[in-house]
């Protein structure tokens, strides 16, 4: 592997020892400063990694969305400009969800055969991706490149990642005003989904707990009835030797006697 860009190809589980040696390989040539980008590289997050899937194996698709994007955006301005009117931007509106929708569900099965699970969290955060690259042109760029480390999030103003909140907010404090509220919302959802996931996940947890103890219970139940039974058996086994044993001594007995009879009997039928 030559180029730093197919490591975002790669199964996510893949990514870290094939970056160390991409990056062993480049210092192996003498191109120190190469391998020192490569392997200051970050792993991608899970939504990113399926972004970078989608857009390099859906590519119609990938394209649908950004002149779908590139419609709506087309329809607003005209809007704004007096020169649109409202049932445009709704079809163009929906038609740019639906290239989000398609793509989306696209991930669903790429997660899956990736070996991760696709939670709705998940694909909320690459659905929030594909709609940032459908209506700007940067976080397009990002995206297209199919390199993407963390996902983005579209804001209404521009679109941003955790490592870049976006040179909007940096130039206009009115716009980092609106950036941090939105980034505090978006806090809150999270919070929000964590602590529904916790709750999700004692609840299944005790629910396990509980069932396991009546298995245990009904485990032990059966052990126990087992012992009685095993018990029971080796008496009655004990018991059937005794009394086999008493059947074939009386038989022995019984055999011996009629041998002390049948040769006087036979001679008193002769003496007739």
């Not at 716009?175 to 004692?202: F, G, H, I």
């Amino acid at each position: 592997m030559n180029n730093p860009g197919d490591l975002y190809s790669l199964p996510l589980d893949r990514f870290i020892p094939e970056r160390g040696s991409l990056a062993k390989a480049l210092r192996g040539e003498g191109r120190k400063d190469d391998a020192a980008r490569v392997a200051a590289l970050r792993k991608p997050s899970v939504a990113a990694w399926t972004v970078n899937q989608l857009i390099r194996s859906q590519a119609r698709q990938a394209g649908a969305l950004f002149d779908a994007g590139d419609e709506l955006q087309r329809v607003q301005s005209a809007l704004l400009a007096g020169r649109g009117d409202s049932h445009a931007l709704r079809e163009a509106t929906q038609s740019e969800r639906q290239a989000v929708d398609e793509l989306v569900e696209a991930a669903r099965g790429l997660l899956s055969s990736g070996g991760h699970e696709p939670s709705q969290a998940t694909l909320d955060r690459v659905s929030e991706t594909l709609h940032a690259a459908a209506l700007d042109e940067d976080a397009r760029s990002r995206v297209s490149a199919g390199c993407l480390e963390r996902e983005l999030r579209w804001a209404g103003f521009g679109a941003r990642s955790d490592a870049d909140p976006g040179r909007a907010e940096r130039s206009d404090p009115g716009r980092a005003e609106q950036a941090e509220r939105a980034r505090a919302e978006q806090a809150a959802r999270d919070r929000a989904e964590k602590l529904r996931s916790a709750r999700e996940a004692e609840d299944a947890a005790r629910r396990l707990v509980e069932r396991t103890a009546r298995e245990l219970q009904t485990a032990q139940e059966l052990r126990d009835r087992a012992a009685v039974s095993l018990s029971e058996a080796e008496e009655a086994l004990v018991a059937a030797h005794e009394r086999a044993e008493e059947a074939s001594l009386a038989h022995e007995r019984a055999r011996m006697a009629l041998g002390r009879l049948e040769p006087s009997s036979v001679a008193g039928v002769t003496a007739v």
